[in-house]
Nanobody
Framework: QVQLVESGGGLVQAGGSLRLSCAASGRTFGVYAMGWFRQAPGKEREFVAAISWNGGNTYYTDSVKGRFAISRDNAKNTVYLQMDSLKPEDTAVYYC?????????????????WGQGTQVTVSS
């Protein structure tokens, strides 16, 4: 069982930056693939970024490539999402997700554990 708690969301102007954190419980965090998803009002939850268990592989949705960076610190049981050059269309609730595998996963159904979400609002 893994519990995930996101933090770092907030209100930022377009072009600004935020860093989201996701703290995980459990002693086996290092073997969990991690991902970030987001959900805007009236839309389905969508994939943003994912990272493999050891950080060796990452994957991003096209709309955030070059602007967002996912990373993890297994010693701290934490995964991060650095978001730069933010745009109003990045506004959403951002969710951290985890599942017990060594791969990189990009769909919601592949993840077993979810955080409660953190709001990111980008003003124009």
């Amino acid at each position: 069982q893994v519990q995930l708690v996101e933090s770092g969301g907030g209100l930022v102007q377009a072009g600004g930056s935020l860093r989201l954190s996701c703290a995980a419980s459990g002693r086996t965090f290092g073997v969990y693939a991690m991902g970030w998803f987001r959900q805007a009002p009236g839309k389905e939850r969508e994939f943003v970024a994912a990272i493999s268990w050891n950080g060796g592989n990452t994957y991003y949705t096209d709309s955030v490539k070059g602007r967002f960076a996912i990373s993890r610190d297994n010693a701290k049981n934490t995964v991060y999402l650095q978001m730069d050059s933010l745009k109003p269309e990045d506004t959403a609730v951002y969710y951290c997700a985890a599942t017990y595998t060594v791969g990189v996963l990009t769909t919601t159904r592949q993840y077993a554990y979810w955080g409660q979400g953190t709001q990111v609002t980008v003003s124009s």
